[in-house]
């Protein structure tokens, strides 16, 4: 089966651009998370989902962040207009029992670098 | 003050040495814990749970102290390929299901 899929893997881009991640979950997972990973702050939740439904963006730093989950097969993470302290690596995580086996499956990442 | 926090690392031993990790966590109501390995710019894999009672796996076993608000982890034997960062795991079900990473410990095993 395939695991979590992400894109793109890596993105470069200006100071002012919208950037638009994509995530593909695993089929029948009920969870999805979104993660940003730096050197200085480590894996931090920016939003997860609930069949479809998000349920605590607490973690979106500001309003230039938005994600979406049309339907269970897809997620997009948006930042308009992205910002060189904006450049990280976004995970995609999905799950099924995660509140049992604290498992959760991480797509590749995609690593973004603002300029 | 971070909800989970980690030795900052990095732990540089040699092959065949037994090297501990440990974890705080700062919410109570966290219910379980777990560690997850990343290997260099690879995505994070879940390791092992960790229960009151300890539980271990081969040449790893993990603990939890809830009086102390305290995980561990011991890698006893370690290999060159136990070389990664490993992140200690908080899940907040009464935030539904949340799990917080902490910032992860680098472990470095030379031959």
């Known amino acids: 089966d395939a695991g979590v899929i992400q894109s793109p893997r890596h993105e470069v881009t200006e100071m002012g651009q919208e950037v638009t991640l994509r995530c593909k979950p695993i089929s029948g997972h009920d969870y999805l998370f979104w993660y940003r990973q730096t050197m200085m702050r480590g894996l931090e939740l920016l939003i997860y989902?609930?069949?479809?439904?998000?349920?605590?963006d607490s973690g979106m730093p500001e309003d230039r962040f938005s994600a979406k989950m049309p339907n269970a097969s897809f997620s997009t993470l948006k930042i308009q207009p992205s910002e060189p302290r904006d450049s990280a690596v976004y995970f995609c995580?999905?799950?099924?029992?995660?509140?049992?086996?604290?498992?959760?499956?991480f797509g590749e990442g995609s690593r973004l670098t603002v300029l | 003050r971070k909800e989970v926090e980690q030795d900052p690392g990095p732990f540089n031993v040699p092959e065949g040495a037994t090297v501990a990790f440990n974890c705080t966590y700062s919410?109570?109501?966290?219910?379980?814990f777990f560690w997850y390995r990343q290997d260099c710019r690879k995505e994070p894999k879940l390791l092992m749970s960790v229960y009151s009672s300890g539980n271990e796996d081969g040449r790893f076993t993990a603990q939890l102290n809830r009086a102390s608000q305290y995980i561990s982890l011991l890698i006893r034997d370690s290999k060159l390929s136990d070389s990664a960062t490993y992140l200690c795991v908080g899940a907040l079900y009464n935030q539904g299901g949340k799990l917080i990473f902490g910032q992860g410990t680098e472990l470095s095993v030379k031959p």
């Open positions: 989902f609930n069949n479809n439904v998000p349920i605590d």
């Open positions: 995580a999905s799950s099924f029992l995660h509140r049992e086996t604290g498992e959760l499956f």
């Open positions: 919410n109570s109501a966290s219910q379980s």
